[in-house]
Each structure stands twice: as structure tokens, then as C-alpha cells.
């Protein structure tokens, strides 16, 4: 009991004490930053360097440059119909996807009717979400997307491989502006 004052005063100085910072804990990968760069210039450049020979030895369409970083064209194209989706407006469309040397990957019957809701949603891959705003109903369009407006580095875990431009068909089968569908639920 006659060291009970003396523990609790030495345990009194230590609790006093303040706490240490621990040192940062340096992993070393293997790869640098410069080297990541490297690589992934390199791929850039590859993929850059297929889409350009694919569209060189396709002869029957005729490839426009999107601003967001897609090439595309037309194959069956309405000159009528002036109204393309805009936000919030309701898709019904399909689509195939071929690789670079147009060897069928999926096919409208693998996949199946879609639909989409023009931003409104992040289920499809980024150069849909941008492709889908061209399109008008009963258009087919062929769109040739970079694997980092596709599925990048990982793949779609199925049929797609990593770092992988694809090729896809697309159809719009029927599109519902948001005007009507406010109007329908509003009723």
C-alpha cells in the first residue's frame, strides 16, 4: 500500500507525456511516377495508332472527330428528324461491340434491349454517355471508342480485355423526352 502514491505518481508523469508522431512508412513499388507515364503514352499512342489504321481500311464510312475524344460515324442517318436526347430523356436503343479488327465481341442479341436516362445514371461506360446525345430515333451510328471512354485498364471482366479500344453498332430504338415523362407522372 506505501507504493500505491509512489505508482500513481510515476503513472501521472508518463500519462502526461505527449504522444510521439510516428515516422511516414515509405513503400517502394518498383515503378515510378516518370515510368507509369511512360507506359501509359505508350498505350495511348497504340490504341491512337490502331483506330487510325482501322478507319484508314474502312472506306465506306466516313469518321467524324467527337470533342470528347471518340471518333464516329453514320450508317443509317436521319436528315428529318432534327431532335437529338438531351438531359433527362429516356432511351430505348441497342448495340454490338467488335474489337479493333472486327472480330465480334458481343452481339445485339447477347446484350439486349437498354435503356438510359441521358445523365441521369453511370451505369454505361463514359463514351455512351457522350455518344447516346448524337444519336436520333431509328439512326444506327458506329461509335470507336479509346479504352479510357470504354472499359481502361481493368476490362469488362468478361470478353473485353484491359486497355482495349472497341467498336460499337448503336441503334436507337425510341426515346421519351423528360417533358412527357413529367407530363404522364404529373397526371
Request: positive net charge; proline residues 4%; aromatic residues 10%.
Amino acid at each position: 500500500m506505501r507504493y500505491l502514491p509512489l505508482l500513481l505518481l510515476f503513472l501521472s508523469i508518463i500519462a502526461c507525456k505527449e504522444p510521439q508522431p510516428r515516422k511516414p512508412v515509405t513503400v517502394k513499388s518498383g515503378i515510378s511516377m516518370q515510368n507509369s507515364i511512360e507506359r501509359t503514352k505508350k498505350i495511348l499512342q497504340l490504341e491512337n495508332d490502331a483506330i487510325t489504321l482501322y478507319i484508314k481500311n474502312d472506306s465506306t464510312n466516313t469518321y467524324l472527330n467527337s470533342n470528347k475524344g471518340f471518333k464516329y460515324c453514320y450508317i443509317k442517318k436521319d436528315s428529318i428528324n432534327t431532335y437529338r436526347p438531351r438531359y433527362g430523356d429516356g432511351l430505348l436503343y441497342t448495340y454490338s461491340v467488335s474489337d479493333i479488327h472486327n472480330n465480334t465481341v458481343y452481339t445485339t442479341t447477347e446484350i439486349g434491349d437498354k435503356s438510359y436516362y441521358i445523365d441521369q445514371e453511370s451505369k454505361v461506360i463514359e463514351g455512351f454517355r457522350q455518344g447516346l446525345k448524337l444519336i436520333k430515333v431509328g439512326e444506327e451510328m458506329k461509335f470507336i471508342f479509346p479504352s479510357q471512354l470504354a472499359y481502361g485498364y481493368r476490362g469488362d471482366g468478361k470478353k473485353i480485355n484491359a486497355n482495349l479500344p472497341i467498336i460499337c453498332t448503336v441503334t436507337l430504338k425510341d426515346l421519351v423526352t423528360k417533358e412527357s415523362l413529367n407530363r404522364t407522372l404529373n397526371k
